[in-house]
């Protein structure tokens, strides 16, 4: 039987596995406090805010890893 492998995209390139999930638990935090906020928000909202803190997150792995070298 084939073990799953999943397909490298650019992120995987850039960022370490942990820093990836770093960025979507900071991400998902913000999302959660947005929704909680504005509970009545569309969909499109949610995702333009979702997205946003992904790329914070993202950041904010770049920059805690030029301070740990």
């Known amino acids: ?4 492998k999943p397909i490298p995209d650019e992120a995987d ?3 370490s596995r942990y ?3 770093m960025a ?5 935090a913000h999302l959660s406090d947005f929704m909680r906020t504005h509970p009545n ?11 946003d ?3 914070g997150g993202l950041g904010l792995a ?5 301070r740990n070298r």
């Not at 039987?1 to 799953?4: H, N, T, V």
């Open 1 to 4: 039987m084939d073990s799953y």
């Open 13 to 15: 390139s850039i960022y």
């Open 19 to 21: 820093e990836q999930m």
């Open 24 to 28: 979507f638990a900071w991400a998902q």
């Open 41 to 51: 928000c569309t969909l499109a909202e949610k995702e333009k805010v979702f997205l």
């Open 53 to 55: 803190a992904v790329e």
């Open 62 to 66: 770049l920059e805690l890893r030029k």
